[in-house]
């Protein structure tokens, strides 16, 4: 299987939180990059254009977009 990332992925198991206009989400982020992540939603909903992932314990901050979802998992890449 080809690859196509840019940068490679990291996997990872971290608590996370997705912030946006009206409300939040808890997650569970899956990989990194440095490029974007993909997380674990604890429920399917319906995200916006442009959100915040937060990984508390490591003060990790960043604005983000979704690129693809399937079911509960979201791939989101950093704006």
């Given amino acids: 299987m080809i690859n196509k990332r840019a940068t490679p992925r990291h996997r990872v198991l971290k608590g996370g939180t997705i912030a946006f206009a009206g409300g939040q989400a808890v997650c569970t982020v899956r990989n990194l990059s440095e ?3 993909a997380v674990d939603l604890t429920e399917r909903i319906e995200l916006p254009q442009s959100f915040t992932l937060s990984i508390e ?4 901050v960043r604005r983000c977009r979704p690129v693809w979802s399937f079911e509960r998992r979201v791939g989101v890449a950093f704006c």
């Fill in 35 to 37: 490029g974007g992540a």
């Fill in 57 to 60: 314990r490591d003060r990790f």
